[in-house]
């Protein structure tokens, strides 16, 4: 896999050039030091991927032209001292496929955070080799509000912005997001989030319970799970997952613990997290879609729901707030 470097300047750029060259399956044949370059090294000598760090000033402006001037991939770089929260969310809004804190050298040579980036190029290395990558019902007696849960991972921030975006601010349901991201992230995808929907958005809180016409989004290096009463509670076990925090955990203790029923939605996504979670939904009487082929940014989590039974639908993008609305409006008519 090639990966072109791009920074705002030659130091940081050879920095995480030596990184990605420790890679077994990479190849760093260029960087660049500005949009221009960048874009004229593409043309001149095409690239699988492009390791873009924020903190270029025009970082933001250049995701939009190489995605429309190139096919290249784009991972985006930011620092632990600044995450470039806004201009990260807009970056993946204009597909950029994932974002990794940039590893740092200390004296001596020693570096902190390479591991994390090497895991993350090889992440999109199975992307890219990936053949089949596309470009682009029995109820409990007494039912309270229904719930809401929306999981996604790779090209998650944008689907989630769409689905969020369509859903009115009366919304009579609490809404669950469980977005894989790194840590350094999630908070600021709360406010990038709800920037893009008529709804409250807010971190999920151990002790509160979801409320209608909000959105409580996983944030952190944690599972959310709820618990008895609908509360949700938060732990860093079990660590041996892939990820934290899991949809699989979510979806599986509201199965057991949220008294009403509900619609799932899988989003894009690597893997296979929330596929489980998903069918664990169906057989408890709730109402689960999963994301279509043709409009994910990765059929990966979507597509092993599908396989497995736990999708009760698949639908586009775009079908899928109204579906979701088709099924909790009723609610705003039923008796409490």
């Not at 807009?90 to 940039?102: F, Q, S, T, Y």
């Not at 893009?196 to 959310?224: D, F, I, K, W, Y």
Request: with cysteine; charged share 20%.
């Amino acid at each position: 896999m090639r990966v072109g470097i791009v920074a705002d300047d030659h130091a940081t750029a050879e920095r995480l050039r030596s990184v990605v060259l420790l890679g077994d399956y990479t190849a760093a044949p260029w960087t660049a030091v500005s949009g221009s370059e960048t874009l004229a090294q593409c043309l001149r000598d095409p690239v699988d991927v492009v390791l873009l760090d924020m903190g270029l000033p025009e970082a933001v402006g250049l995701v939009r032209r190489l995605r429309r001037e190139t096919a290249t991939t784009i991972l985006l770089a930011t620092t632990a001292e600044r995450s470039y929260a806004s201009e990260v969310f807009e970056a993946l809004r204009l597909g950029a496929v994932d974002a990794v804190v940039a590893p740092v050298v200390h004296a001596g040579d020693s570096c902190v955070g390479a591991r994390e980036l090497l895991e993350k190029l090889e992440r999109v290395h199975r992307l890219l080799e990936d053949p089949r990558r596309q470009k682009r019902r029995d109820s409990p007696a007494e039912v309270v509000l229904p719930l809401v849960i929306l999981g996604a991972s790779t090209g998650g921030p944008q689907a989630l912005a769409t689905v969020l975006g369509a859903l009115p601010q009366d919304l009579p349901a609490p809404v669950v997001v469980i977005q894989h991201l790194n840590a350094e992230f999630t908070d600021g995808m709360v406010g990038w989030l709800g920037s893009a929907t008529a709804l409250a958005v807010v971190p999920a809180v151990a002790g509160q319970t979801p409320e209608p016409g909000c959105v409580s989004v996983a944030t952190g290096n944690a599972h959310v799970t709820l618990g008895a009463g609908g509360t949700f509670l938060t732990s860093s076990e079990p660590r041996t997952l892939p990820y934290r925090p899991s949809v699989d955990m979510f979806c599986q203790s509201a199965a057991h613990h949220w008294t009403g029923l509900g619609v799932a939605a899988l989003l894009t996504g690597l893997g296979r997290d929330g596929a489980a979670g998903l069918l664990a939904l169906r057989n408890a009487g709730w109402h689960t879609i999963a994301q279509d082929r043709s409009t994910s940014a990765v059929f990966g989590m979507p597509r092993e729901a599908e396989r497995m039974g736990g999708a009760a639908e698949v639908l586009t993008l775009a079908e899928i707030a109204p579906a979701v609305l088709g099924r909790v409006a009723p609610a705003l008519r039923s008796p409490r």
